[in-house]
């Protein structure tokens, strides 16, 4: 089983729905969790941290479940320039090396 | 603003041959990495380093050697090129841990091995 495991897509949405998308990770004692967007052929980029309590970023959210160890990104009102790659990044504890899954690719048609 | 430079950005070797990617920051940070990507791998760890003088071992280290003389510069070697080693190759920095704050990548070095 892969540490981190993300659906990879691609996940075809309408110019404004919604869309959200899991990753679940392997480790149970991972403490940090992120979400970085991938452009075609461009490097990775932050796209925001997840915390425990789930977070918001405008148009994203970010959720955690420790239970089932998954988190989750919801991007509302999508926009044509949120076509890319997510990719899903997990910690452990000892904080010197992330994990990324594989990425889910969304593409956001008018 | 700079940030993080690789170079090469394109790069064709022949099997056997060897090459060193090089990667530089003017962010002042402490941790550097390279990472690997193929498709449907995701990226993965190659090399990193906490500081100037200290290097540690990734994922996937085998064929690769890595310094850190510099806090600017974590050049990565391929010793004996192999078609397996054909990828996107990523070096990316942070001011801490990475699991403390952003990941700052290059533009990537995009490596054929014949």
């Known amino acids: 089983r892969k540490e981190v495991e993300q659906d990879p897509g691609p996940f075809n949405v309408p110019e404004g729905a919604t869309v959200a998308f899991n990753c679940t990770y392997s480790?149970?004692?991972?403490?940090?969790f992120f979400w970085y967007r991938q452009d075609c052929r461009k490097e990775p980029k932050l796209l925001m941290s997840?915390?425990?309590s789930g977070n918001e970023d405008g148009r994203f959210t970010a959720q955690l479940n420790r239970a089932s160890q998954y988190i989750s990104l919801l991007i509302r009102d999508s926009k044509l320039s949120d076509s890319a790659t997510y990719l899903c990044v997990v910690n452990g504890a000892a904080g010197n090396k992330l994990t990324f899954g594989g990425g889910t690719r969304v593409l956001v048609k008018p | 603003n700079a940030g993080v430079t690789q170079t090469p950005k394109f790069q064709v070797l022949k099997t056997g041959q060897s090459m060193t990617l090089q990667c530089a920051q003017d962010m002042n940070h402490e941790y550097m990495s390279w990472y690997r990507q193929d498709p449907g791998m995701g990226l993965r760890l190659i090399h990193y380093s906490v500081g100037a003088g200290i290097t540690d071992q990734g994922e996937v280290p085998n064929g690769y050697n890595v310094s850190r003389s510099t806090t600017e510069d974590f050049p990565l070697r391929l010793l004996s090129a192999a078609p397996s080693q054909t990828s996107v190759y990523f070096c990316?920095?942070?001011?801490?841990?990475?699991?403390?704050?952003?990941?700052?990548f290059g533009e990537g070095s995009r490596l054929t091995v014949l």
């Open positions: 990316a920095s942070s001011y801490g841990l990475p699991n403390t704050g952003e990941l700052f």
């Open positions: 997840v915390y425990s």
């Open positions: 480790n149970s004692a991972s403490q940090s």
